[in-house]
């Protein structure tokens, strides 16, 4: 099983950027985790700031991972091409957000990528991408 985590823009601040809302803990150090806890799994982790290099990523993933996990962070809300990158591929593509996105402010609550995801994990911190591979690992 291999699975990818793509993360979107910011989401190289977690540990510092609102921990109130995301924690203390960095990415990184969680991804290390996540590679401990499932070391029968094959997990990769990219992420980027870019728009454009996160729609190459998912494009590249198609046929190489069983799935990819995808918090789009901002771009969940704006971009109509990272959804159609999504849309694109055969590979499924779980929806992944750390925060509960309908608690937050009224924009937020849009998602392009909902429409062409297999499904959405989201409001339960860092544990939600621990959801989102387990769902990969049973199906």
Known sequence: MKILIINGPNLNLLGKREPGVYGTQTFEDFFG?????????????????????????????????????????????????????IKAIGTPVIEVHISNTFGREEFRHQSYISPNAKGVILGFGLQSYVLAIQYFIAS
């Open 33 to 85: 985790k996540l590679q401990s806890d499932f070391s029968k799994t094959q997990l990769s982790y990219f992420q980027s700031n870019i728009e454009g290099e996160i729609i190459t990523k998912i494009q590249e993933a198609d046929d190489e991972y069983d799935g990819v996990i995808l918090n789009a962070g901002a771009y969940t809300h704006t971009s109509i091409g990272i959804g159609d990158a």
